[in-house]
T-cell receptor, first 113, second 115 residues
């Protein structure tokens, strides 16, 4: 059974720092991996999607990497800003008939001004 | 494009009452999903619809029913609400087919409290 773990559960950094959020999964047979952002009381916003054949994806200050063989992904945020404060979720899917996402429980990020 | 929309945003029910959560998407996606989010449990799949006319159970389907009304709309019904169904409900959609990314797009959620 696929399980997704995110470490750390919470992180507080001063503005301007570069930071890394970690995601690990137990079954390497994934179709893709998505990173989401969730603001308090809000829905999920898709940040980056990495296909299983890809090693990384970039969007602005965000860079996500994928090492399928070791079951790991990282989300790198450069030059963090207070507006980056949110919960970050990673999720994997095996595609197929269901294409259901298996989520980690998230990392709560606070960027202090 | 509005993306994925959900109604209502908030709802309070008494135990035993019924209600239907509505979801619609305007991205011409084939697949739609209902998830629930609970503290410490993450998001879990309730039901999904791979394409118009089909629905299937996810991880936590007990106490729920769904209807894929057409390609745009996918509703979730609670026939007899229980306090254990207090949660935040998210609808999502994704494209489906050869060569697509299967990226899922989420609605804003419905916050349901059952007393």
């Amino acid at each position: 059974k696929q399980e997704v773990t995110q470490i750390p559960a919470a992180l507080s950094v001063p503005e301007g720092e570069n930071l890394v959020l970690n995601c690990s999964f137990t079954d390497s047979a994934i179709y893709n991996l998505q990173w989401f952002r969730q603001d308090p009381g809000k829905g999920l916003t898709s940040l980056l999607l990495i296909q299983s054949s890809q090693r990384e994806q970039t969007s602005g200050r965000l860079n996500a990497s994928l090492d399928k063989s070791s079951g790991r992904s990282t989300l790198y945020i450069a030059a963090s800003q207070p507006g980056d404060s949110a919960t970050y979720l990673c999720a994997v899917t095996n595609g197929g008939a269901t294409n259901k996402l298996i989520f980690g429980t998230g990392t709560l990020l606070a960027v202090q001004p | 494009n509005a993306g994925v929309t959900q109604t209502p945003k908030f709802q309070v029910l008494k135990t035993g009452q019924s209600m239907t959560l509505q979801c619609a998407q305007d991205m011409n996606h084939n697949s739609m999903y209902w998830y629930r989010q609970d503290p410490g449990m993450g998001l879990r799949l309730i039901y999904y619809s791979a394409s118009e006319g089909t629905t299937d159970k996810g991880e936590v389907p007990n106490g729920y029913n769904v209807s894929r009304l057409n390609k745009r709309e996918f509703s979730l019904r609670l026939e007899s609400a229980a306090p254990s169904q207090t949660s935040v409900y998210f609808c999502a959609s994704s494209p489906r087919g050869a060569g697509v990314s299967y990226e899922q797009y989420f609605g804003p959620g419905t916050r349901l409290t059952v007393t």
